[in-house]
């Protein structure tokens, strides 16, 4: 009908966006303390049920707003304790998200696009294009409702200790709604996760990184996976924009002034590619002064793929030269791989493909 306002999804809204919402209700922005926690802590999507607001305020916000996130459309559950979740968005499109449990810790690995225009090589994700940046509400929905679905008792417990933006797409691509969904993970009143427990993962979008050490303290892991700009070219096209020097730097000043902040760097070990002593030794010589830990990821098979994985040996050698020289080094245990919900292996279901360009990633920088 003409004239009609679209009613604003507040799933999405930091507390100051609430306070600013309110504010132009002509409320007092306590209200949005009140709301945020209703939300993020209670899981309530009804504003009927929140009882310290008033009927009139509660009807205002009937008539304003709601509170929506994706759709689950499917779950799986590995054999391994790993769940995997399908979302239908209402904005079109679909994408996943994967719980990660383990001994004293659940982690939740969420998406930032529909897609991802970055075309790494070893990237299943990679092969079906770029669709559409999430907003605000459908990055935070996602802990939202993994929390729901796990059974989460608001007064209880945490459930999910750590969330990690290594989903769907490139974060830093998406920059304004995902600042603001790390912002709601942080928020006390909101998850009250520390910034050691959420961290976000890039490919290197050097201008973004720089750009997101003055908006939020969450941890950092770069997609790394190759000690030299002639290899990541190949296996990382953005390299070719922003090469591996511009990106440590950006590293290193993202980390700086806190002597207890390292940068995490994913290498996923890929047969007779990156996985050499060679490269062992010359990653090392990479790293030299950027604070920083290496995980060792298995290279998680999907259909038409032309990469193996190194063996197990191979990993264990290149994991002791990284050591050998300092280099604090994890070999990532493969998860959830029976349901294709391992690192690189998250695809869902995308029904309008489009051609990648370099506007994509000017965007966001």
Not at 23 to 46: C, N, T, Y
Not at 220 to 246: E, G, Q, T
């Amino acid at each position: 009908m003409a004239g009609m306002r679209e009613k604003v999804n507040l799933l999405g809204m930091t507390r100051q966006k609430l306070e600013e919402f309110f504010l132009s209700m002509g409320e007092k922005p306590f209200r949005a303390s009140q709301v945020v926690k209703w939300i993020h802590q209670f899981g309530v999507s009804d504003f009927d049920s929140m009882t310290n607001i008033s009927m009139a305020l509660r009807a205002r916000l009937r008539e304003l707003a709601v509170i929506e996130a994706p759709t689950i459309v499917r779950q799986q559950r590995s054999a391994d304790g790993t769940r995997k979740w399908l979302l239908e968005l209402a904005g079109g499109g679909r994408v996943e998200m994967v719980l990660i449990p383990e001994k004293g810790r659940a982690t939740l690995c969420v998406s930032s696009q529909v897609g991802c225009a970055l075309d790494c090589s070893f990237c299943s994700t990679a092969r079906q294009g770029f669709n559409r940046n999430l907003d605000g509400a459908e990055i935070i929905g996602q802990l939202w409702l993994a929390n729901q679905a796990l059974g989460r008792d608001p007064r209880g417990d945490r459930i999910i200790s750590n969330v990690v933006l290594m989903g769907m797409g490139e974060p830093l691509l998406n920059f304004d709604p995902v600042v603001d969904a790390m912002e709601l993970m942080m928020d006390d009143l909101a998850y009250g996760l520390s910034k050691r427990r959420v961290t976000i993962s890039t490919a290197g979008v050097v201008p973004a990184l720089k750009r997101l050490r003055g908006r939020s303290e969450a941890s950092l892991a770069v997609s790394l996976h190759a000690p030299d700009d002639a290899l990541r070219n190949r296996l990382i096209p953005l390299n070719r924009k922003y090469p591996l020097a511009m990106l440590l730097d950006a590293c290193r000043e993202y980390v700086a002034g806190d002597g207890k902040r390292v940068v995490t760097f994913e290498y996923v070990m890929l047969k007779g590619v990156n996985d050499s002593e060679e490269q062992a030794e010359a990653l090392a010589r990479l790293l030299r002064g950027v604070p920083s830990k290496v995980n060792l990821i298995p290279f998680n098979p999907f259909p038409g793929s032309r990469y193996r994985s190194s063996s197990p040996e191979t990993i264990g050698r290149f994991s002791e030269i990284l050591q050998e020289r300092g280099i604090v080094t994890i070999v990532r245990r493969t998860r959830g791989g029976d349901i294709d919900a391992a690192c690189g292996q998250l695809v869902g279901r995308v029904q309008d493909r489009t051609r990648r360009t370099s506007a994509q990633i000017r965007e966001a920088c």
